[in-house]
C-alpha cells in the first residue's frame, strides 16, 4: 500500500485550535462500517448507542508536562521534550537545541536544575536530571501541545488536553477521545448497563512523527508502553467491545496477539489487520497520511472512511485533538 491513499483535503481553518465550551458539547459522526451509511449526532447522544451488553474500554493515563524550556551551559535557549521516564532521575527525550548536543552537554531548567545528555537511544537522547524529574515537570514544564495547535499551552489547556478519569502519570499526548466524556455522561453510560473499564497506555511522542516512507508496510511504528488490568479483561468476555481511542484498541489487539496484559505496543494497525479484540472503535479525526488514519481505514474500511471525512469536512466538523468524534462500526 502507498502512504498516499491515505491522504485528503483539509481546509486549516477545520483544526481546533480550542476545545468545545463544554465536553460532551463536541460532535459526533457515526459510520456503520458494514453499510457504509453515516449519521450525525451530537456527543451527548452517545448513551443512546450502548446498552448492558457493551463494555466501554477508556485509556486512564495522564499528560505529563513534557516540555522544558532550558539554556546550554554556554547560554544558548534550548527544549527539552521528556519522552518517558527511565527511573526517578533518567530518561528519554528530544531535544531542540541549534546543534544536536554530544554526551556531556549541560542544560539548565529554571532555578538550577542541570540536565546532563548522557547518549542517544535510536531518535531520543538518554537524559540524567539533578533532582527528581516528577518535581521538575511539575514545577517548570509545560503542557505539550500538538504541533497543529498555534498557540502557547495555558491555564485552559492544562485541564483540558486531559481526560476526567486520568490516573497514570507518563502520556506525553492526549488520548484524545476521551476528551469528550465528563463524568455526568459517564454515570449515563453506566445507568443504561453499560462497563466502562479502563487500561494504560502511555502515548508517545512518536503519535506526532509523520510517515516518512512511500511504502506503508516500510514505516517503523513507535513503542508504547501498556498495562490492561485483569478486571478489565474480565469485563469484556461475552460482551460487545467500545475501544475509546485508539491507544486503547491498539493496547487490546497487542494484548490478543501476543498474550501479555502489559508491556510495550509496536502493533501498526493498517488494512486488512484482522480485529480479535475491538467491535467499536471512538476516536477523533485524525491527520491525512497518518498511522492513526490508516488504523481507523483498517476498521471501518478505507473507502467508507476516506467517505467519511470528506462528509466531515463538508458539513464543518472540528478536526484533530480538540476536535470532534467518530464512532465506526465494524463491518
Request: with cysteine; charged share 25%; aromatic share 8%.
Amino acid at each position: 500500500m502507498l502512504v498516499s491513499e491515505f491522504d485528503y483535503e483539509l481546509p486549516s481553518e477545520l483544526i481546533a485550535q480550542h476545545p468545545a465550551p463544554q465536553r460532551s458539547a463536541s460532535r459526533l459522526l457515526r459510520l456503520d462500517g458494514a453499510s457504509g451509511e453515516l449519521r450525525d449526532m451530537r456527543f451527548s447522544e452517545l448513551p443512546q448507542l450502548v446498552g448492558r451488553d457493551d463494555t466501554l474500554v477508556v485509556n486512564d493515563t495522564r499528560v505529563i508536562k513534557a516540555r522544558l524550556a532550558a539554556r546550554k551551559s554556554s547560554g544558548g535557549k534550548a527544549e527539552i521534550f521528556v519522552e518517558r521516564a527511565l527511573d526517578a532521575r533518567h530518561a528519554l527525550a528530544m531535544m531542540r537545541a541549534g546543534h544536536s548536543p554530544k554526551p556531556g552537554a549541560r542544560f539548565i531548567v529554571a532555578d538550577g536544575v542541570q540536565i546532563v545528555v548522557e547518549g542517544r537511544v535510536d531518535d531520543l537522547y538518554r537524559v540524567a536530571f539533578s533532582e527528581d524529574i516528577d518535581g521538575v515537570l511539575e514545577r517548570f514544564g509545560a503542557v505539550p501541545l500538538p504541533p497543529y495547535i498555534a498557540h502557547p499551552a495555558s491555564a485552559e489547556d492544562a485541564e483540558r488536553y486531559q481526560t476526567v478519569y486520568a490516573a497514570s502519570p507518563g502520556a506525553v499526548a492526549a488520548p484524545t477521545a476521551g476528551l469528550h466524556f465528563t463524568k455526568e455522561l459517564i454515570q449515563e453510560l453506566k445507568g443504561r448497563g453499560a462497563k466502562i473499564a479502563s487500561l494504560t497506555l502511555h502515548v508517545g511522542v512518536g503519535t506526532f512523527q509523520p510517515v516518512r516512507t512511500e511504502k506503508v508496510e516500510e514505516h517503523r511504528m513507535h513503542s508504547e508502553r501498556y498495562r490492561i488490568p485483569p478486571d478489565t479483561i474480565a469485563a469484556l468476555s461475552g460482551r460487545r467491545v467500545l475501544a475509546v481511542g485508539t491507544t486503547s484498541l491498539r493496547a487490546l489487539e497487542t494484548w490478543k496477539l501476543t498474550g501479555k496484559p502489559s508491556g510495550e505496543s509496536e502493533l501498526f494497525v493498517t488494512p486488512g489487520f484482522r480485529f480479535q479484540a475491538v467491535d467499536r472503535l471512538l476516536t477523533n479525526f485524525h491527520l491525512p497520511k497518518s498511522t492513526l488514519l490508516m488504523l481507523a481505514c483498517a476498521f471501518g474500511g478505507t473507502e467508507n472512511v476516506l467517505r467519511a471525512y470528506a462528509h466531515a469536512v463538508r458539513e464543518r466538523y472540528r478536526f484533530f485533538s480538540y476536535g470532534d468524534a467518530m464512532l465506526i462500526e465494524r463491518g
